[in-house]
């Protein structure tokens, strides 16, 4: 297991504490987490996990992370962990054998970073006698845990806020995809032009955890290539911009 503590942020610099507060990185704090992802990458090391808090001031080095979930298991690796594998399941409770943690093992290496959800329980900042702590904001925690069983069981968020943009210059065609979405069960849909025209292939783009979302918006328009917009600051949402290739079919 690897700690990773995140760069000094704007707080940390003049000691402040930050608890659930949002500040973002010095220059300093990016600096850091540069070097950090330089010395990961000279160690012979591989990664089947990730966990990381989505505050701006772990951004840097949720990058970092993301990329590497990206690599796959080091042949040279693998004899190492199935050595210790049988050692480390005497200490965890569970109810699978050590072949079929193999097994779901080798199915989480086949995972990409766009299928992983990730939650952040939500808190607010509370005291009591001059003692500092989070306590739980349990109506946005059940919301949240709620979107959370929609992901596991593939149940798409209808209530996903969806804006259709006309970027192919033909008219009526953002009406009509607008209402194929309505069609399809979105109840929160708007249309308008986009700033160009010129647009030959379509494009969803989702931001938040919206992702299965726009898996249903291209399903129900029939083309569009899903993009993830990171790294904004939207609310859950998806953003279509029709093209040519839409406009044609109709």
């Known amino acids: 297991m690897l700690l990773l503590r995140h760069g000094q942020s704007e707080w940390n610099a003049v000691r402040r504490w930050q608890g659930t507060a949002d500040p973002p990185l ?7 987490a540069r070097a950090t992802a330089d010395v990961l990458q000279r160690l012979d ?9 989505d505050l701006q001031r772990a951004e840097n080095q949720q ?3 993301k990329a590497l979930v990206e690599q796959k298991l080091k042949p040279l690796n693998a004899p190492r962990l199935l050595k210790a594998g049988s050692q480390i399941m005497r200490y965890i409770q569970t109810d699978l054998s050590w072949q079929q943690t ?3 093992f080798n199915i989480f290496r086949l995972v990409t970073p766009s299928e992983i959800h990730s939650m952040t329980v939500p808190v607010s900042d509370a005291s009591s ?3 500092y702590y989070s306590a739980l904001v349990e109506s946005e925690f ?8 929609d992901f596991l069981e593939g149940r798409v968020r209808i209530d996903c806020p969806v804006t259709v943009l006309n970027g192919s210059g033909q008219a009526g ?9 309505s069609e399809a069960g979105f109840n929160q849909v708007q249309s308008d032009n986009a700033e160009e025209y010129d647009h030959t292939r379509t494009s969803i783009e989702y931001h938040g955890d919206t992702r299965m979302a726009a898996e249903r918006v ?13 790294g904004d600051t939207q609310e859950e949402s998806v953003t279509v911009t029709l093209g040519s290739d839409f406009a044609e079919d109709q």
């Open 26 to 32: 010095t220059a300093l704090g990016r600096r850091q």
């Open 45 to 53: 090391v591989s990664f089947t996990g990730v966990w990381a808090s």
């Open 63 to 65: 990058t970092l992370i």
């Open 102 to 104: 193999v097994e779901l």
């Open 129 to 131: 006698g001059g003692i």
């Open 142 to 149: 059940h919301n949240r845990l709620s979107r959370m069983y």
């Open 173 to 181: 065609v953002a009406r009509l995809a607008a209402e194929r979405l």
């Open 218 to 230: 291209r399903e129900a328009l029939g083309c569009g290539r899903i993009n993830s917009a990171e």
